[in-house]
């Protein structure tokens, strides 16, 4: 997907997702360049996801030139999908999305646009590298190792940070984004780029120390429950044949073995002691079967999902391009213009 240029010139859309983060939000905000080689303008976007504190007033005081509110608190997910909708409708050519707890280094957005300027990415994400970051556990540094390769499975790509959410992507790419789950967008979008042939590329980034403890990953277990179920979902979503034809085989053969036990004793003289075995592997032939069929049935479905993407992504696309004002009401959020003639541009 090539980058599409708004009138020959690149508009950067910094997007901050926020809940309660007036601690933090000034400094993660000053550390954000203020010109980029390739750049034309570069403007600021803070999504408050309903915060209870400060955020949006420090964001107003900073100068930050949009301010995306969200009606109540909808979860990390939705305040990166609402994010997308408001740069789009904003005008945006390249969209960044970083933390407000100051994770990521601003001085990484510039490494991180550059291949999608060069036009050899569409989605291009920050890899912390997991497998050593000093500030994680160590177990918590082998399950991230994990679940990247599991993920990489999934998807079909190469990914060595799973859940870095220090990333960009063409206008292209966040049209064709769609996302369905509430808990984190992180391992969802990244299947969906596999499926859809998208081009993803990482490049190495350093992060600054914790200031806060995570807010997405309360516990151990709830991340491995969250994630593992976001990623079947997602796969299931993508490759429906391919899961339930896997699922279907498992049991078909578990049936298969059970027939051939009992030829081998029936053979060998000893088959009336065995005629549950029968029983069982019908069961499983005939459910293993049944699985197969509704693979075909989902595989079909997923066609008509591929045709209602389509349709929305030309929605979206002809809503992004109109020329109505970006801050027309929205049932679900709000884009406040701020005044301030403080604006980061590098033109």
């Known amino acids: ?9 690149v508009k950067l859309i910094i997007q901050i997702p926020c809940y309660n983060e007036a601690q933090t939000l000034s400094h993660t905000l000053d550390c954000l360049p203020r010109s980029i080689p390739g750049i034309d303008a570069i403007e600021v976007m803070v999504v408050d996801d309903g915060s209870r504190d400060d955020t949006v007033e420090v964001a107003r005081a900073w100068g930050v030139q949009h301010i995306v509110r969200m009606l109540s608190h909808k979860g990390l997910a939705a305040a990166f999908k ?12 390249i969209i960044v999305n970083t933390d407000a707890d100051n994770q990521y280094k601003g001085e990484d957005i510039q490494r991180l646009v550059q291949p999608i300027l060069a036009e050899q990415a569409d989605i291009v994400i920050g890899d912390r590298g997991v497998a050593t970051l000093e500030g994680f556990s160590p177990l918590k540094r082998w399950l991230q190792a994990l679940g990247s390769h599991v993920l990489a499975r999934a998807s079909g790509l190469e990914i060595p940070d799973a859940t870095s959410g220090f990333r960009a992507m063409t206008r292209e790419a966040a049209l064709h984004t769609i996302v369905l789950s509430n808990y984190s967008y992180t391992l969802e979008t990244l299947i969906q780029a596999g499926s859809n042939r998208m081009a993803v590329a990482y490049i190495p980034v350093e992060t600054n120390p914790q200031t806060r403890p995570s807010r997405l990953m309360r516990g151990i277990s709830e991340y491995m429950v969250n994630s593992g179920v976001t990623i079947l979902r997602s796969y299931t979503l993508y490759r429906p044949l391919r899961v339930f034809t896997l699922i279907g085989g498992v049991t078909a053969l578990l049936g298969l073995i059970l027939a051939i036990r009992y030829l081998y004793f029936y053979i060998n003289g000893s088959g009336a002691g065995h005629v549950q075995s029968v029983i069982l592997a019908a069961v499983l032939l005939i459910v293993g079967f049944q699985i197969g069929l509704i693979g075909l049935v989902a595989d079909l479905i997923s066609f008509n999902r591929k045709i209602l993407e389509e ?23 709000e884009i406040e213009e701020n005044p301030s003639i403080r604006r980061r541009s590098g033109s």
């Open 1 to 9: 997907m090539p980058l599409i240029r708004s009138e020959n010139t």
């Open 82 to 93: 609402t994010g997308l909708e408001a740069s789009l409708r904003l005008g945006a050519d």
């Open 311 to 333: 349709i929305l992504y030309r929605i979206r696309k002809e809503e992004a391009g109109a020329s109505q004002s970006p801050l027309e009401a929205d049932p679900d959020f």
